[in-house]
Protein backbone atom coordinates (compact mmCIF):
# COMPACT_ATOMS: atom_id res chain seq x y z
CA UNK A 1 0.00 0.00 0.00
CA UNK A 2 1.17 3.50 -0.26
CA UNK A 3 -0.34 6.47 1.38
CA UNK A 4 -0.29 10.36 -0.91
CA UNK A 5 -0.88 13.13 1.61
CA UNK A 6 -1.38 16.44 -0.62
CA UNK A 7 -1.18 20.34 0.44
CA UNK A 8 -1.44 23.47 -0.81
CA UNK A 9 -4.62 24.16 -2.70
CA UNK A 10 -6.66 27.27 -2.38
CA UNK A 11 -8.64 30.04 -3.40
CA UNK A 12 -6.30 32.41 -5.84
CA UNK A 13 -7.07 35.34 -8.53
CA UNK A 14 -6.91 34.69 -11.92
CA UNK A 15 -3.05 35.15 -13.07
CA UNK A 16 -1.90 34.02 -10.00
CA UNK A 17 0.21 30.98 -8.60
CA UNK A 18 -0.49 27.81 -6.19
CA UNK A 19 2.17 25.04 -5.59
CA UNK A 20 0.56 21.65 -4.95
CA UNK A 21 2.86 19.17 -2.38
CA UNK A 22 2.22 15.38 -2.35
CA UNK A 23 4.19 13.53 -0.14
CA UNK A 24 3.92 9.68 -0.20
CA UNK A 25 5.17 6.97 1.54
CA UNK A 26 4.52 2.82 2.40
CA UNK A 27 5.36 0.55 -0.42
CA UNK A 28 6.99 2.81 -3.35
CA UNK A 29 9.09 1.37 -5.96
CA UNK A 30 11.88 2.66 -7.16
CA UNK A 31 10.77 2.49 -10.63
CA UNK A 32 7.28 4.86 -10.51
CA UNK A 33 5.05 7.34 -11.81
CA UNK A 34 3.90 10.44 -9.63
CA UNK A 35 1.47 12.95 -10.87
CA UNK A 36 -1.50 15.33 -10.61
CA UNK A 37 -5.23 14.48 -11.88
CA UNK A 38 -7.88 16.64 -11.31
CA UNK A 39 -11.83 16.88 -11.60
CA UNK A 40 -13.65 19.85 -12.78
CA UNK A 41 -17.26 20.00 -11.01
CA UNK A 42 -19.53 18.03 -13.25
CA UNK A 43 -16.71 16.77 -15.44
CA UNK A 44 -14.76 13.65 -15.60
CA UNK A 45 -10.78 13.37 -14.03
CA UNK A 46 -8.46 14.18 -16.40
CA UNK A 47 -4.36 13.91 -16.15
CA UNK A 48 -2.76 16.78 -15.80
CA UNK A 49 0.60 16.49 -15.52
CA UNK A 50 2.78 13.34 -14.15
CA UNK A 51 6.93 12.46 -13.60
CA UNK A 52 8.74 9.42 -13.58
CA UNK A 53 11.29 8.20 -11.74
CA UNK A 54 13.65 9.01 -14.52
CA UNK A 55 12.16 12.20 -14.91
CA UNK A 56 10.31 11.91 -18.11
CA UNK A 57 7.32 14.57 -18.03
CA UNK A 58 3.91 14.92 -19.50
CA UNK A 59 1.73 17.87 -19.40
CA UNK A 60 -1.97 18.10 -20.29
CA UNK A 61 -2.24 20.42 -23.29
CA UNK A 62 -3.92 22.94 -21.59
CA UNK A 63 -1.40 23.15 -18.61
CA UNK A 64 1.75 23.57 -21.38
CA UNK A 65 4.03 26.52 -20.69
CA UNK A 66 2.38 27.12 -17.21
CA UNK A 67 2.39 24.36 -14.81
CA UNK A 68 6.17 23.04 -14.14
CA UNK A 69 5.99 18.98 -12.36
CA UNK A 70 8.84 18.45 -10.43
CA UNK A 71 10.00 15.65 -7.31
CA UNK A 72 12.09 15.10 -4.99
CA UNK A 73 12.93 11.52 -5.01
CA UNK A 74 14.50 11.40 -1.16
CA UNK A 75 11.24 13.01 0.37
CA UNK A 76 8.58 10.50 -2.06
CA UNK A 77 7.40 13.86 -2.71
CA UNK A 78 5.74 15.53 -5.79
CA UNK A 79 5.72 19.21 -6.74
CA UNK A 80 2.93 21.01 -9.25
CA UNK A 81 4.29 25.05 -9.50
CA UNK A 82 1.17 26.18 -11.41
CA UNK A 83 1.01 29.93 -12.92
CA UNK A 84 -0.95 32.14 -15.10
CA UNK A 85 -4.24 30.09 -13.08
CA UNK A 86 -7.36 30.48 -15.35
CA UNK A 87 -10.92 30.09 -13.97
CA UNK A 88 -11.12 27.04 -15.87
CA UNK A 89 -7.82 25.24 -13.66
CA UNK A 90 -10.44 25.46 -10.67
CA UNK A 91 -11.00 21.85 -9.63
CA UNK A 92 -10.65 19.25 -7.41
CA UNK A 93 -6.46 18.56 -8.20
CA UNK A 94 -5.53 14.85 -7.19
CA UNK A 95 -2.51 13.16 -6.56
CA UNK A 96 -1.20 9.46 -7.42
CA UNK A 97 1.43 6.82 -7.44
CA UNK A 98 1.90 4.11 -9.63
CA UNK A 99 4.65 1.47 -8.76
CA UNK A 100 6.49 -0.59 -12.15
CA UNK A 101 7.54 -3.93 -11.40
CA UNK A 102 9.06 -6.58 -14.02
CA UNK A 103 7.51 -4.19 -16.48
CA UNK A 104 4.24 -3.75 -16.10
CA UNK A 105 2.55 -0.70 -14.62
CA UNK A 106 0.40 -1.25 -11.15
CA UNK A 107 -2.89 0.28 -10.18
CA UNK A 108 -2.85 3.82 -9.30
CA UNK A 109 -2.83 4.85 -5.43
CA UNK A 110 -4.83 8.70 -4.75
CA UNK A 111 -4.58 10.88 -2.60
CA UNK A 112 -7.34 12.89 -0.71
CA UNK A 113 -7.86 15.79 -3.21
CA UNK A 114 -7.11 19.16 -2.54
CA UNK A 115 -9.29 22.03 -3.95
CA UNK A 116 -8.18 24.76 -6.40
CA UNK A 117 -10.24 27.39 -7.11
CA UNK A 118 -9.40 30.55 -9.44
CA UNK A 119 -11.44 33.54 -9.39
CA UNK A 120 -11.70 35.81 -12.48
Known amino acids: QVQLVESGGGLVQAGGSLRLSCAAS????????MGWYRQPPGKQRELVARITSGAGTDYADSVKGRFTISRDNAKNTVYLQMNSLKPEDTAVYYCYERNRRLGEWGSHYWGQGTQVTVSS
Open 26 to 33: GNIFSINA
